[in-house]
Nanobody, 123 residues
Framework: QVQLVESGGGLVQAGGSLRLSCAASGRASSGNSMGWFRQGPGKEREFVAAINREGWSTYYADSVKGRFTISIDNAKNTVYLQMNSLKPEDTAVYYC????????????????WGQGTQVTVSS
């Protein structure tokens, strides 16, 4: 079993920045990828970004490319999501998740999920 705890969410004005953290504990394969997803009010959960465990492969949704950066610190078992130039449409609950070795973008292919952290961007 793997436990994931997200933090770093909050209220920020448009154009601002936030850094989300996801601390992992428990048993997880060293080969698992890590992903960030988000779910806005009345919307489906959508892929944001993912990274392989070694940190050399990343993938982003088009909507966040160039603004968000995912990174991983294996010594701390923590994955980060640096979010810059935030927009009101980025408002959502953000979740981190453990996925398979090969990066995937579908929520159903991820194994473990955190409880989520709220990000609200005001205009």
């Amino acid at each position: 079993q793997v436990q994931l705890v997200e933090s770093g969410g909050g209220l920020v004005q448009a154009g601002g920045s936030l850094r989300l953290s996801c601390a992992a504990s428990g048993r997880a394969s060293s080969g698992n990828s890590m992903g960030w997803f988000r779910q806005g009010p009345g919307k489906e959960r959508e892929f944001v970004a993912a990274i392989n465990r070694e940190g050399w492969s990343t993938y982003y949704a088009d909507s966040v490319k160039g603004r968000f950066t995912i990174s991983i610190d294996n010594a701390k078992n923590t994955v980060y999501l640096q979010m810059n130039s935030l927009k009101p449409e980025d408002t959502a609950v953000y979740y981190c998740a453990v996925g398979p070795w090969r990066i995937k973008t579908t929520p159903a292919e991820y194994y473990y999920w955190g409880q989520g952290t709220q990000v609200t961007v005001s205009s």
